[in-house]
């Protein structure tokens, strides 16, 4: 039988000058991540690639530089990412160390091209919190990045050089709350969910949950994933950026390869037998997206991209339920126009690069499906602990900056008194 105990907490009245706010952790989504590498010898494809790296750390995503024709190449060796399923171990390009950059306090101070990406998704809302309730960066709110190419799998388990953030984000909230005599609130955004989900669910306890986190604020998580996401694999996509910041096929041969694309793609429990590409002799489901794969081969990531598949597609489906002791904010936006199908006029074969002829559109928020969005409130057990708010016609990114959001999420960080449940 389970035993379920309520209580009020009594806080002080929310003051501008930030005395006691509670902690709050902001991670980012699948583009909201800087990321910055140390070369040592690297291989380069190209002899004008820089190759040594003198033990400075150097930023890749994104910077204008890296943007350039010549440089697209370099690029895409640094952030090369192999999976070795045999061994069950990624690796890096050889000679290349990657992390991402800004974390705890971002780059608050100076505002050149390399905080560009912060400033894009976080300054809105990092503005308001501050003249609202006195949040400063790097004192009280901090910034959480991450390797965005990997799944919670590399993120629990560190190995050759590649993941460990769960390591890192754990260390990060312990010390906050130690500080602030307050437990923490975290703020997940995109594929940052997931992300949190399997952190909440598979590698902190229930009791490290209760010492450490007072909620957790989740927007727009794409928690069985989206149609979108073939794109990317068919021929590439922005992850949403806008055209002026990075090209079309900025990333593509990273997203290929990247294992959190198996948490973006459409999931089969989800999605089930609705036709996700539309080609003259066969349709795709979402069960199939492994098998186009396999048929494209490299360009699509071919057998090492199918066997990511194999690896993380259900263990991601065993994530859906509510963290016991975290009582959640699930917010998301519904009313943009967003893919649902793509048609292409010729079949998938090896090598296949192709825009898609035609793209049938849905609900949801421009990225993520409306299928996939509601999975919190329509398809997880029902917890108390759970509370759900749409944004009516707001964008996947416009959501870190809708003046409805701020203001609610002023009043949640700012409420004087809370109800919190633990079952």
Known sequence: MKILWLWLVAGGIARGDGAGNRPLILVPGLTGSALEVQERDAPMPHFWCKRSTSNDWMQIWVSPVQALPW????????????????????SNLAGVELRARGWGN???????????????????????????????????????????????????????????????????????????????????????????????NSYVSEDWRAQHIHGWVALSGPWMGGATQIAAYLGGWTLGLPSW?????????????ASSGVWMSPHPDAFGEAVLVETPSRNYTAADVPDMLRKIGVKAGGNQTASLFAKLQKPLAKLQHAPKNVPLQNWYSTGIRTAEALVF???????????????????????????????????????????????????????????????????????????????
């Open 71 to 90: 440089e697209i190449d370099c690029l895409m060796a640094r952030m090369t990412l192999t999976y070795d399923a045999a061994t069950d171990v990624y």
């Open 106 to 200: 971002g780059t608050a101070n100076g505002k050149s091209h390399k905080d560009i990406l912060y400033n894009y998704q976080f300054d809105t809302m990092l503005h308001h919190l501050q003249q609202n309730l006195g949040y400063e960066l790097g004192t009280d709110v901090f910034l959480a990045p991450y390797d965005w190419r990997l799944a919670g799998d590399a993120h629990s388990k560190p190995a050759n050089g590649v993941g460990g953030y769960y390591r890192q984000l754990q260390g990060l909230i312990e010390r906050t709350v130690q500080a602030s005599g307050e437990r923490a609130v975290v703020l997940s955004h995109s594929l940052g969910c997931p992300t949190m989900l399997a952190f909440f």
């Open 245 to 257: 910041l990075i090209p079309h096929d900025y990333v593509q041969r990273v997203q290929v390869n």
């Open 345 to 423: 006029d010729s079949d998938i074969v090896e090598g296949f690069d192709k825009a898609a002829t035609k793209t049938r559109y849905g609900d949801g928020d421009g990225l993520v499906n409306l299928l996939s969005l509601v999975q919190v409130e329509k398809v997880w057990p029902q917890s108390l602990l759970v509370s759900t708010r749409r944004f009516p016609n707001c964008s996947h990114f416009g959501i870190l900056s809708d003046e409805r959001v701020l203001k609610d999420l002023v009043s949640y960080l700012a409420r004087n008194t809370s109800a919190e449940i633990f079952v």
